[in-house]
């Protein structure tokens, strides 16, 4: 992290949000310093230093933004801007996000706290900050040309309110916001309770990451942002498989896990090896009563879902949505089936003229990373990403849950893959096998025919290549 003391030199005046709480000259001379994040590793929590304490959240390869406490209020900088966003080692994509990064920092603070957030507007044009799902004055609600004028490039804007309600949230643009959140703007905050909660339990670990999409044709460096539908990178928190950091606990850990989805279709997240329980939504905790055991929940456009967790059974848990495209990098709508094809040499020799050119395997698509196809500047495979047997064979909103018995309190480092105990990892087995016993009584065909029709005939299967849709 760093900052930028001269951040604001040749910005201008600042011009308060439509509806601005009062704020004396004395604190808007002063603000307090955009601390910028340019990596894409997953950050230690930030401990709070200041103000009701609480247990921080981790943000999935993100960070917490920090805070400046100035007469009693929580004062917050965020910084709309122009990035470049690793999406995966050998990838990077130029995106929009807040503070250096997309999406922008998680904000965290206390029910009932007081928050001051100054937005400076460094994009090639205006835009504004919803607080998505949180009861704010409508003064403060962040869209634009209905609750307040847009924030003009170059300028800063003011958002001030009392968090009311413990709960998971999300911040975005309500200004062209097909665009903007196309470019990967958007952020989280979590408001903790300040004092026990009934519906809110104390966990071990609490995750945060927020599910986006991106049209970023292979080669390119930009997404589109007319996409409505044919995405080709399904990202958490703008990272893909294998760029996506795994979630790190202790054996017999409570483990709170927060998604939101931000992106134009649902999500069936799923986790192996643990069952869960769906606690939260964006419109606060879900009584007791009204909770199941689970091991998918779907999170459907605007949507938060928060699941809960006793991570008891060691091991490396994939953990992913479940629909198959989604676990897939810049995978494009037109490629052709080919398997049971040998087309490896025409292959070859079709990418040399168009680089962009892929194709299914001759088995499927795992050939493709078999094969080690040349790619594009500034691409991934489809699938990628080698485990301990080998390929793993995915991409895009795949993870690994690590529940290790010997992880410290507090420690999140990798600890490597997991070491199984022998005689528990499935492997060939070269004793004959015994037929099973079968009855004698079957009977056979009720009306059988007394002719045949016509010949026998050899079926193909072929997958369908019609329009796609998610």
Not at 228 to 256: E, Q, T, Y
Request: charge should be neutral; glycine fraction near 10%; include cysteine.
């Amino acid at each position: 992290m760093n900052t930028r003391r001269h951040f604001l030199s040749g910005l201008g005046a600042i011009t308060a949000a439509a509806s601005a709480a009062s704020v004396s000259k004395v604190a808007m001379a002063a603000l307090p310093e955009p601390v910028i994040q340019t990596s894409a590793d997953t950050m230690p929590p930030v401990i709070p230093n200041s103000g009701r304490s609480y247990n921080p959240v981790v943000t999935l390869n993100g960070w917490t933004l920090p805070w400046r406490m100035n007469q009693g209020v929580k004062e917050f900088h965020l910084v709309a801007e122009p990035v470049v966003r690793e999406m995966a080692p050998g990838m990077k994509a130029h995106l929009w996000g807040y503070n250096g990064q997309s999406p922008g920092p998680t904000i965290e603070v206390v029910e009932g706290d007081r928050v001051r957030i100054f937005v400076t507007n460094k994009l090639p044009e205006h835009t504004s900050v919803h607080w998505h799902g949180q009861r704010v004055p409508n003064g403060m609600d962040g869209v634009s040309g209905l609750t307040q004028k847009p924030i003009p490039p170059g300028k800063t804007f003011m958002y001030e309110f009392v968090a009311r309600r413990a709960g998971t949230f999300m911040y975005h643009p309500h200004a062209d916001e097909m665009t903007q959140m196309a470019m990967g703007m958007m952020g989280f905050w979590v408001t903790h309770p300040k004092t026990k909660h009934p519906l809110i339990t104390e966990v071990d670990r609490d995750f945060v990451f927020l599910l986006n999409a991106y049209d970023i044709e292979p080669g390119a460096y930009k997404p589109k942002t007319s996409t409505m539908l044919n995405f080709n990178l399904w990202s958490w928190n703008s990272r893909v498989f294998p760029g996506i950091d795994p979630l790190v606990v202790r054996k017999n850990d409570k483990v709170r896990i927060r998604v939101g989805n931000l992106t134009m279709t649902n999500h069936p997240i799923h986790l192996h090896g643990h069952e869960f329980q769906v606690t939260g939504t964006d419109g606060g905790p879900i009584p007791h009563s009204a909770r199941w055991p689970e091991v998918t929940t779907d999170i459907a456009v605007g949507q938060m879902r928060q699941i809960e967790l006793v991570a008891d059974e060691e091991g490396d848990w994939a953990f992913h949505c479940h629909k198959s495209h989604h676990t897939m990098n810049a995978m494009g709508h037109d490629i052709p089936n080919l398997i049971g094809v040998d087309h490896s040499d025409v292959a070859m020799q079709i990418t040399n003229l168009i680089p962009d050119y892929m194709a299914m395997g001759e088995r499927g698509m795992a050939d493709m990373g078999a094969m080690a196809m040349p790619l594009p500047e500034n691409t991934l495979p489809m699938m990628t990403g080698e485990g301990p047997f080998g390929g793993v064979e995915m991409g895009g909103m795949f993870s690994v849950l690590k529940v290790r018995k010997n992880q410290k309190a507090g420690d999140y480092k990798d600890p490597g893959w997991y070491q199984h105990p022998a005689g528990t990892v499935a492997a060939e087995w070269t004793n004959p096998l015994t037929p099973p016993a079968r009855s004698g009584s079957a009977g056979g065909e009720s009306m059988p025919l007394q002719q045949k029709t016509q010949a026998d005939i050899e079926v193909q299967v072929r997958k369908p290549m019609g329009k796609m849709e998610h």
